[in-house]
């Protein structure tokens, strides 16, 4: 929605897939300390989303005003492609993912917190690599308008 936050968006995604991650006993800690360990970077490590549409580049994603300027993303997650105030007209992708990814996995390891991962199940799923959603969405004053799934419901 219009005056939405896509950082604090990108944030919620976290503590979301982190109770993805509790839910199927991947992980034994609330989402608060998965997401504040960086947990949930291993598993999801890229950004939300990004803007979309005519003329859009990446670095309008951080543009501050029309003047120029940019906005920082936030400590600890240096993937996240957008970090501007939500408005309505915008057109987003929202991609929340969870993977496996042997080389994050290993750094995970190395973090204080793979005590609280359950390392059995994590092999489990390490050979399906992940899985992501993928959807573009319109910004609006209302409800948000979601292409994606709107165009696959008439099918």
């Known amino acids: 929605r219009a005056g939405q936050s896509y950082p604090e968006l990108h944030i919620h995604a976290h503590h979301l897939v982190a109770g993805v991650l509790r839910e199927h006993g991947i992980i034994r800690m609330d989402a608060e300390a998965a997401v504040a360990s960086g947990v949930t970077s291993a598993f999801f490590p890229h950004g939300l989303g ?19 300027g940019s906005i920082p993303r ?16 915008m057109v987003v992708t929202i991609e929340p993912g969870l993977y496996f990814i042997d080389m994050l996995l290993d750094e995970l390891r190395a973090n204080p917190a793979a ?35 709107d165009a696959f419901a008439l099918l």
């Open 50 to 68: 990004h803007p979309i549409g005519l003329a859009v580049h990446d670095v309008a994603g951080f543009q501050q005003n029309e003047r120029g």
């Open 115 to 149: 005590k609280d991962v359950d390392w059995a199940r994590v092999d489990a799923f390490r050979p399906y690599g992940g899985i992501r959603i993928e959807d573009d969405v319109v910004c609006t004053d209302g409800e948000p308008e979601n292409l994606t799934r």
């Open 74 to 89: 936030p400590e600890g997650h240096p993937f996240l492609r957008m970090t501007r105030v939500l408005e309505a007209g």
